[in-house]
């Protein structure tokens, strides 16, 4: 009896089994299957492009905000630096111009064109010269220019301020102009050619 029992328990599995096995799902449960699958992929391409290229355009923004603020800093930086310059040449033309000054009420130009060639071997000067008060060259470390008009070298508008003064130049030059007082009157110009070193580089 119990091997009929066990007979029958295992027909009626296999009898389950077969049925199962036969059973299809119909065709257009698959294609739906497929579809789905194929969406969701399609999705996740789309959302990785999607944030791929969210990445990069910030990416590119930060960069451009970066360069933006870079160069505003520079920019800062380099007018500070430039203006810092220009005061200190200002101060030393003011003491300058009182050693030319002395000199030229003596009548002494051989020791005012010393003092210039001693200026002329400081870095990055180009040229300096003295005009007396008819506006033609007395002094210059480039003999050149001697008895020349100064207005042929620099723009007269650059020479007519009473108080020392740095003015852009020719040819990315600094010019250094510093007038000559006695106590009426003016006695001359003196005129230092330079150009200004790059502050961010250093040359």
Not at 71 to 79: D, F, G
Not at 104 to 119: A, G, H, S
Not at 182 to 195: F, I, K
């Amino acid at each position: 009896m119990a091997e009929s029992s066990e007979f029958s328990s295992t027909t009626a599995q296999q009898t389950r089994m077969g049925r199962f096995s036969k059973t299809r799902l119909p065709l257009w449960v698959t294609l739906v299957v497929v579809v789905i699958l194929l969406a969701v992929l399609g999705w996740q391409r789309i959302a990785m492009n999607r944030a791929n290229t969210h990445l990069a355009a910030e990416r590119q923004a930060l960069s451009s905000q970066f360069q933006a603020n870079r160069s505003t800093l520079e920019a800062e930086l380099k007018a500070k630096v430039e203006a810092n310059a220009d005061e200190a040449k200002r101060q030393f033309g003011i003491a300058l111009a009182w050693a030319v000054r002395g000199e030229m009420i003596r009548n002494n130009l051989d020791q005012v064109d010393q003092f210039f060639n001693e200026i002329v071997k400081l870095p990055h000067t180009e040229r300096v010269l003295l005009a007396d008060d008819t506006g033609k060259v007395r002094v210059s470390t480039d003999r050149r220019y001697l008895g020349v008009e100064l207005s042929t070298l620099v723009p007269v508008e650059a020479t007519l301020p009473k108080e020392v003064a740095v003015r852009a130049g020719p040819n990315a030059t600094r010019l250094l102009v510093i007038p000559i007082m006695g106590l009426n009157s003016r006695l001359g110009t003196v005129v230092v050619s330079y150009r200004q070193p790059d502050v961010l580089v250093g040359n």
